[in-house]
């Protein structure tokens, strides 16, 4: 999947998992990547399958919806000032403090599960994690997620 930097957002201060939802949602909106159907399939989507994962030091949240809500496949990244209380993915667990989002559209089932499972991987990287959270740039996040895609 396609990292691109228009759709990064540094220093979210935004309190609730909806708003952080339409917010990087409307980036990705204005782009035409998703369909107007989008953020209302995400948002009750979280509900029955929510999406936080807590790694060992950062929380992370990937909400996305099902295909038929995208026009493309892309990710919206968001970095948050303070952390988002994400429900704790398969709902089992505390909430997660999630640091970090990414927000999926998907058009191709395929490079979904090929874009999470790197993003499991990513996950296991404390370092990179921490990297990523601490970007001053838009251009240093999509070269960290570059490589760590590629990989």
Known sequence: ???DKDLIQLGLEIETSDEVIRKLAGMMESKGII????????????????????????????????KEHANESAVAIGICEKPIKFQHMGGVGPEVDAEIVFLMAIDDPKGHLSFL??????????????????????DEVKQLMEVALEG
């Open 35 to 66: 369909k107007n159907t989008y953020i209302q399939a995400v948002t009750e989507r979280e509900k029955v399958s929510p999406t936080g994962l807590a790694s060992k030091t950062i929380g992370v949240a990937i909400p996305h919806a099902s």
């Open 117 to 138: 499972k790197s993003v499991m991987g990513i996950l296991q990287d404390g370092d990179l994690l921490a990297q990523i959270r601490n970007s001053s740039s838009k």
């Open 1 to 3: 999947m396609k990292i």
